[in-house]
Every structure is written in C-alpha cells, then in structure tokens.
C-alpha cells in the first residue's frame, strides 16, 4: 500500500491536480486525477481519556474489541454509555463475573423496533416540526422502555435528538434485572479500584472506555480542510472551500441517515467531478454556494456543543441539500449532453 508524503507535498499536489505516493520501499508514483477524495472514515484514531492514577488490571478501548471472550471470569467496567459502550456491556454479561457501566450523562434509549419496523424507518414522510417530534417520539419512548432515569442513569440534561440517541433497549432489560450496574464518572484509578466522583468505589479486571473516537486525517494540512475547530468545516460536510477537487466522504452522522446518505454523498462528489468538464457552469454555480454562507442543516434542533457532535447533522434537512445540488447538477449534465 502507497504511504502519503507529508502534508505540504500532499497540499502542493491538490493544487496542481497531481497526486504523489510513496511506496513502502520509497519508490514515488506521480498521477494526475481529477479529483481527491479523503475516505478514511472517522473511527480510525481512539479517543482515550487521561484519567488520574493507574490501573493494574487490563485497560483497553472498543477499538481493540474482537470478542467477548475477553469478559470470561473478569470484574468489568465499561466507560461511556454510547451506542459501543451499551452493545459491549449487553456482550459482557454472558461472559463476565460482573459488569459495571460508567455514565457521566443521561441518555435516551430508542429500541431498534417500535410497531414491528425498525425504529429509523418511522415518520418516513413529511418531517414533524422538532417540537412535535421531540414531545411525541419521548412520549413513546417512556411507553415502551420506561424512564432510564429509574435504571440509575442521570436524567438527560437536553430534548430527544440534540444528542445522538441510544439504539439499545437491551442494556435496559440487563440493568432492570441486575446484570449491570450503573456507575458514576470516574475520579481516579487506584491499582484495580476504581474510584468514581460520587464517592463510590469498586474493583475491576478489565475497563474498557467506551469513548469514541477523534476525526483524524494525517496526511493533509488542517488548513487545507479549514480545520480550525473539532471538524473539518467543509461545505455540506464534503466538498473542501479551499480546492475544487478536494472531498471528504464518510464525515457525517446522523441519527437515521444509514448508508444511503453516505451514498448520496458519492453521488454528488462523482456528478461535481464529471461537471468541471461537462457542465463548468454548474461546477461553478456549486464552488460559489460552497464559498457562501453555510446552510443550516440542524433541522431545528439544539445539539449539544460537543466535539462528538461537530458534524452531526439533520437526517432529513441534510439529504434535502445534497439532493438539492444532485439535482441542479443532473440538470446541467442532461441539458449539456443533448
């Protein structure tokens, strides 16, 4: 597999429209492309919290998790209840002597399935305004898995949908029958002890932080992807502001979005790349709207000023916008093939 050169190289070539790779035996490639697309993902760099002390047993992120095997037997601490850190615990209980759950916030839980179908493909038409969604979907919700406020867990300190929810109802049934136990946040390890910030304390084998995961793109300059805060700021969180040819895919979340907004992305990245020749005017109609005022593509909703949040967007606000460009650019691709 080529490895990227530093970053100036990589950022030199952008601008040029060539791009240079250098093997592993340090044999360099030069191409030209029309267009460069970053499509690392968005889980490749742990996000593993500094935490006072030092723990003696196994201390280990859900990026290193293969098997539940690794519970047999143990006293384990899961940290961070998202939706990893709850499949994880649900996994554990079959295995482990014990399991704890570390929260530092509440949460929302949504079952995969409400009235028989999946929980994302509800209100699949014309979306409810955010206060009639926010009322009602928590209606539902307290109906069919309670309030986690009774499981332990702190009560949510922000609406429904302002954070991304948890699809597990599971971790629920193991909690209300014992199999976990929810925790506070944790103030410091002491050998095997934990000490948590509500004074509590408990020993462990194994913790496992359940913490997510920073955006990390080694191989190109933050400033080529106006990099100033915790995301990338790319126009429709794809096309770069800075170069015509620069993309970034995969770096969006969504509750509901699923694979075909990742799809749709594509689809507007290879119609943008195919009108800088065919249809120049609409690529340039695009760069314009690029270099503009950003959309609003929260729908709405209040999310929380998290890091984890930085690029979360509206599931249906923001497949509007790119089926919106998609279509502009179909258009001017059709009209200029007659």
Known sequence: MPSALPSSTFRRSIRCGRVTTRSRSGETTVARYRGVIIANGTLSKPNIPTFR???????????????????????????????????IAVDAVHQAECVDLS?????????????????????????????????????VLKQFTGDPVRFGFPAP????????????SLILHHIGHGDVHVRAD??????KTVRFVDGSSADYDLVLCATGYHLDYPFIAREDLDWSGAAPDLFLNVASRRHDNLFVLGMVEASGLGWQGRYEQAELVAK????????????????AAAAGPPPDLSGGYKYLKLGRMAYYVNKDAYRSAIRRHIGLLDAALTKGGQ
């Not at 300190?157 to 597990?168: F, G, L, M, Q, T």
């Not at 943008?272 to 760069?287: V, W, Y």
């Open 157 to 168: 300190d922000y609406k429904i949908y302002e954070s991304h929810p948890v699809v597990n």
């Open 103 to 139: 929260v530092r916030r509440g949460y929302y839980f949504v079952p995969k399935y409400l009235f028989g179908r999946p929980s994302d493909t509800l209100n699949q038409g014309k979306p409810l305004p955010p206060w009639i969604k926010q009322r009602v979907d928590t209606l």
């Open 53 to 87: 002390g030092d723990f003696a047993g196994t201390l280990m992120h859900t990026s290193e998790y293969r098997s539940a095997e690794i519970f047999r037997g143990k006293r384990v601490l899961v940290i961070g209840a998202g939706n990893s850190g709850c499949d």
């Open 272 to 287: 943008l790349i195919t009108a800088r020749t065919e249809a120049p005017a609409a690529a340039r109609e695009f760069s």
């Open 186 to 191: 944790v103030d410091r390890f002491e050998g």
